[in-house]
C-alpha cells in the first residue's frame, strides 16, 4: 500500500513522458486551418508574365505545396509529388518560397515538374502570411478555397495515402 | 577559488548574444515597443530562441514585419495578432489563458494541491505511527520495572 503512490506517480510520469518523446515538437498547428487561404497575386515561375492568385484555383481541391531550390529535404519528397502528379488524383500547386528565379527552374527541368504552376515567393511575404517556417510543406485547399490540412516536413507516401489523398477523396465530395 | 575567477572572467567577457540588425527608430518609445517584443516572441526555426536572439532566416523576415508594424504605429497588440494569425499562439512565451490553455496554467497548482495532499496524509500517519512507538517503549519500561519489583519481593 506504502509504495502505491510513488509508483502511481511514477507511472503518470511515465505516461506523460511518453506522449511528449512521440510528439513531434515540429509540428505545431496552423491557426489557418479552416479559413481563406490568404490572398496573393505571384508571378508564375515557368512564365513571369503569368499571375498565379487563389482565384485560379477556386472550384477545385488542390495541393499547394511550398518549395524551393535551396531546400534539401524537398529534393527528399519530390519523386512522391511527382508519382503524385502522374496519378492525376489532385492538382498540385507550388509556391517557390524566398528562392531565385533561375535556381527554381532549373530545379524544375533537372528534376522534374509536378506542379500546375508555381508562384514565386521571391522574398517570402506570402509563405509568411501561410505561417511557413519550415519549406517543405504542404497545404490542402477546399473547392471554396479554405485551407483544411498542413503537413509540415516533407510529404511521405504513408502521409499521402493516410492522410492526404483520404481528405481529398472527402472534399471532392463536398459541393 | 581559480574557478570562481574563471566564471567572473568568462560571464563578463561575453557580448550581449543579439542577432539582431541594427534599427533605426524616430521615436525611442517605438524603440523599446520593437525590443520588447522581438524579445518576447519566440523563433519558430530555433524554438528555444526569441525573436531576438534567432539568426535563422525566418526571424529576420519576422523582425521586419514587427519593425514595419511598430513603425508604422500600430501597437503592440497588432503586431501579436498579426504573428498569432499565421502562426498561432505557438509564438508567444506567455500563451494566453484560454480553454485550450486551463491545464498548462492550472497544472502546477494542480499538482501543489494534489502534493498537499499526500503530504497531509503522510505527516497525519507519521505522528499516530510516533505515538504508537513511544506507548510500545513505555510499555517495555513498564514491563522491566515490573519484573524488577517482583525480584526485589
Known amino acids: 500500500m506504502r509504495f502505491l503512490i510513488p509508483l502511481g506517480v511514477f507511472l503518470v510520469m511515465v505516461i506523460f513522458l511518453a506522449i511528449g518523446l512521440s510528439l513531434d515538437p515540429r509540428n505545431i498547428p496552423s491557426p489557418l486551418i479552416g479559413k481563406p487561404t490568404p490572398t496573393f497575386h505571384l508571378p508564375e515561375v515557368s512564365d513571369p508574365s503569368k499571375t498565379l492568385t487563389p482565384e485560379s484555383f477556386r472550384g477545385r481541391v488542390v495541393l499547394l505545396n511550398v518549395w524551393a531550390s535551396w531546400c534539401v529535404s524537398c529534393r527528399q519528397e519530390h519523386p512522391v509529388l511527382l508519382d503524385l502528379a502522374k496519378r492525376r488524383e489532385v492538382p498540385i500547386l507550388g509556391l517557390n518560397y524566398k528562392d531565385q528565379l533561375a535556381a527554381g527552374r532549373d530545379w524544375l527541368s533537372t528534376f522534374g515538374n509536378p506542379y500546375e504552376a508555381s508562384g514565386f515567393d521571391q522574398d517570402g511575404r506570402v509563405g509568411i502570411d501561410l505561417g511557413v517556417y519550415g519549406v517543405p510543406e504542404t497545404f490542402v485547399i477546399d473547392k471554396k478555397g479554405l485551407i483544411r490540412m498542413k503537413h509540415t516536413g516533407p510529404v511521405t507516401p504513408q502521409a499521402l495515402e493516410k492522410e492526404i489523398l483520404p481528405l481529398v477523396l472527402r472534399l471532392n465530395q463536398e459541393p | ?153
Not at chain 2, 69 to 97: C, H, K, M, N, W
Not at chain 2, 105 to 131: C, N, S
Request: hydrophobic share 40%.
Open chain 2, 1 to 153: 577559488m581559480k574557478i570562481l575567477i574563471l566564471l567572473v572572467l568568462t560571464l563578463a567577457g561575453s557580448p550581449p548574444l543579439f542577432a539582431t540588425e541594427i534599427r533605426e527608430f524616430a521615436d525611442p518609445e517605438k524603440a523599446e515597443r520593437y525590443d520588447r517584443l522581438i524579445g518576447e516572441l519566440r523563433c519558430l526555426v530555433c524554438q528555444n530562441q526569441s525573436l531576438a536572439d534567432s539568426d535563422a532566416d525566418l526571424a529576420r523576415d519576422l523582425r521586419n514585419e514587427v519593425y514595419e508594424i511598430i513603425e508604422a504605429g500600430q501597437s503592440e497588440e497588432e503586431a501579436i495578432r498579426f504573428l498569432t494569425d499565421r502562426y498561432g499562439d505557438f509564438v508567444l512565451y506567455r500563451p494566453p489563458v484560454k480553454p485550450m490553455t486551463f491545464l498548462l496554467w492550472g497544472g502546477p497548482l494542480l499538482i501543489l494541491l494534489f502534493a498537499g495532499v499526500i503530504g497531509w496524509r503522510y505527516a497525519g500517519q507519521r505522528k499516530i505511527q510516533t505515538i504508537r512507538a513511544i506507548s510500545e517503549a513505555d510499555r517495555d519500561k513498564l514491563e522491566r520495572l515490573k519484573k524488577q519489583l517482583d525480584d526485589g519481593h
